[in-house]
């Protein structure tokens, strides 16, 4: 339900853009990551549904396999960005420029950057003025520090609430990788099970 209602979302705020604007910047497109998200959310979550109600081993197998790979990819990326964090820092940055230089081409980018800053910018005249002042006098007014600078002191000062976020994705993950193999190696009995009982009602001295 919550994916399907994401790639609505996703579906309807790419509907009301004008066709430039929405050809301009998809690579930051907000309701695009809704929709391409959602999308995959609905068919991972379908699998593990349908495969656990009909009792299904291929859709139990299959949902299993894509929550181990997005639980290894997740994996991954944690300790890359660690592992590489000047890289993933260089990256940021290359994502958030790209996405100021198409600040008035989308409306939800435009929003989306807005909420970030809303916080951050004190004065409203865009800096004017701030040039004649010195360092500590113009940090009364705005934030002397960058937007990366801002982002990466964050996550250094909240490396174990982030490590608890992501420890609570995992566990549901995990959580739901078990519960799949396990159904699967009980269908799996049953099966042969029924085999047997067959076998040995056919030929009783089986």
């Known amino acids: 339900m919550i994916s399907m209602v994401m790639v609505a979302v996703g579906v309807y705020a790419r509907l009301l853009k004008h066709a430039e604007a929405a050809m301009a910047c998809l690579a930051v497109d907000p309701a695009i990551l809704l929709i391409v998200v959602g999308v995959l959310m609905f068919l991972i979550t379908f699998c593990g549904c349908i495969g656990s109600l009909r009792e299904n081993i291929c859709l139990l197998q299959t949902f299993s396999i894509c929550l181990t790979v997005v639980f290894l990819l997740q994996l991954a990326a944690g300790v890359l960005g660690f592992v590489f964090s000047d890289k993933a820092r260089g990256k940021v940055s290359e994502i958030i420029n790209g996405a100021i230089v198409h600040y008035r081409d989308d409306l939800d980018l435009q929003n989306l950057i807005d909420f970030g800053q809303k916080e951050a910018v004190i004065n409203t005249m865009c800096g004017q003025g701030m040039q004649a002042m010195n360092y500590l006098e113009a940090s009364e007014f705005i934030y002397t520090n960058g937007c990366i600078d801002k982002l990466v002191n964050w996550i250094h000062s909240n490396l174990f609430l982030l490590g608890g976020i992501a420890l609570g994705l995992a566990i549901p993950q995990l959580v739901g990788i078990l519960l799949s193999q396990i159904l699967v190696n009980q269908i799996k009995d ?12 056919a030929d009783p001295w089986y």
């Open 190 to 201: 049953q099966i042969k099970l029924q085999l047997y009982n067959q076998q040995h009602r």
